[in-house]
């Protein structure tokens, strides 16, 4: 048993569960604007050409 | 029961580990992250050659991340000098917010994702130039310099200076003259910043034992020192327009601000009894991020009329 805890478990203020709560929810929007970034980053460095539909060359069969 | 559990509540709100989002983000050093930013945005712009918005974004992003890991390992490192400076000892670590071990890993992680992101999304010079930059606050400056000789802040000052060239690397891939006359113009700018405010704030840094040059040299060597480097400073600031690298604008600005810095640093020099020094002392420091902000704001505005 450390000093934080006692028979229910560890026991958190309600400042302390707050201060968690906030930094879960920073953790989650840092990653979720990482994603973000990462796929902007990901189309900017392919170029233009990657949004291009219909560009695919037709297969010709060779007999 | 309730009565432990009570006890027991209260000793953990007294614990570290507790932190909130905001001692996360003040061991980033804010403050000098936007300094860094901003000078690492004028690296970008003035480069020659294009750069899409976004990588540019990126790599000041970059840059910001980096400069901020760096800021908390060096909290690491010297949480126990900033728990003897009035200045410093509000700081996450000291005042018991944040575990040193929890900085260190948090600071090591921004360090290497803010390097591989920039070295992979932008350019591997700009990469490793911001992996130097942060082995050079960290280790050379912090563990190696800070409490080892009165010079720490002026060779540590080359990783402050370092961010315009990362920017520049960012966009052309190399490093030329102008970043280098950039890097070269803060780097020269940081002792008479630095022992400015060193000479109001000898006590904390005597009571932390860091051998700042008033502590080692006394208050007139320091003056001195001062005075010579604002004498490098004040032709050095003008020299990029001296070199044809900048406008008429920048060229007049620079003359003038670079006059002014040097009546600053000659109050701080005759200046040197009573009120009349510390009020000197405090001008010259306040006037010394005012001039370097003016400068980069006037090369920023020139890059951005090209």
């Given at each position: 048993m450390n000093a934080m805890s006692d028979d229910k478990g560890v026991v958190l203020t309600e400042a302390q569960k707050k201060s968690r709560k906030r930094r879960s929810l920073a953790i989650a929007l840092v990653l979720a604007f990482l994603c973000v970034l990462f796929y902007v980053v990901t189309i900017v460095k392919l170029?233009?050409?990657?949004?291009?539909?219909?560009d695919v060359p037709a297969i010709t069969v060779v007999s | 029961m309730s009565l432990v559990s009570e006890e027991r509540s209260v000793r953990a709100d007294q614990?570290?580990?507790?932190?909130?989002v905001e001692d996360y983000w003040a061991l980033l050093k804010p403050r000098v992250m936007s300094l860094v930013v901003f000078t690492g945005l004028v690296g970008i712009v003035r480069a020659p050659g294009d750069i899409h918005p976004v990588i540019g974004f990126v790599a000041l992003l970059c840059i910001a991340i980096g400069a901020g890991a760096a800021g908390a390992l060096n909290m690491w490192w010297d949480a126990d000098i900033d728990a003897r400076m009035d200045r410093t000892r509000g700081r996450p670590i000291p005042a018991g917010r944040v575990e040193p071990g929890e900085a260190m890993v948090y600071g090591l992680f921004l360090s290497v994702a803010s390097v591989l992101m920039l070295g992979l999304l932008v350019g591997v010079l700009a990469g490793a130039l911001l992996a130097f930059t942060i082995f050079f606050y960290a280790?050379?400056?912090?563990?190696?310099?800070k409490r080892a000789t009165p010079q720490n802040i002026v060779i540590g000052g080359a990783a402050g200076a370092l961010p315009p060239v990362i920017g520049w690397a960012a966009v052309t891939g190399n490093v030329s003259l102008e970043p280098l006359l950039l890097f070269a113009l803060i780097f020269i700018w940081t002792p008479p910043h630095f022992w400015a405010l060193a000479l109001l704030k000898k006590r904390d840094y005597e009571r932390a034992g860091v051998p700042m040059l008033p502590n080692v040299a006394g208050d007139d060597e320091t003056r001195r020192q001062i005075w010579l480097y604002s004498l490098l400073l004040a032709p050095l600031g003008a020299a990029p327009f001296a070199l044809g690298m900048t406008g008429w604008l920048y060229g007049a600005i620079s003359i003038v601000l670079g006059v002014l810095f040097l009546v600053f640093a000659w109050q701080v020099y005759r200046k040197r009894e009573g009120d009349a020094a510390e009020r000197a002392a405090k001008h010259l420091f306040a006037y010394s991020i005012l001039y370097l902000f003016l400068l980069f704001a006037v090369l920023l505005v020139e890059g951005m009329a090209r």
């Open positions: 170029g233009p050409n990657v949004m291009k539909k219909g | 614990l570290s580990g507790f932190a909130g280790v050379v400056y912090s563990m190696w310099l």
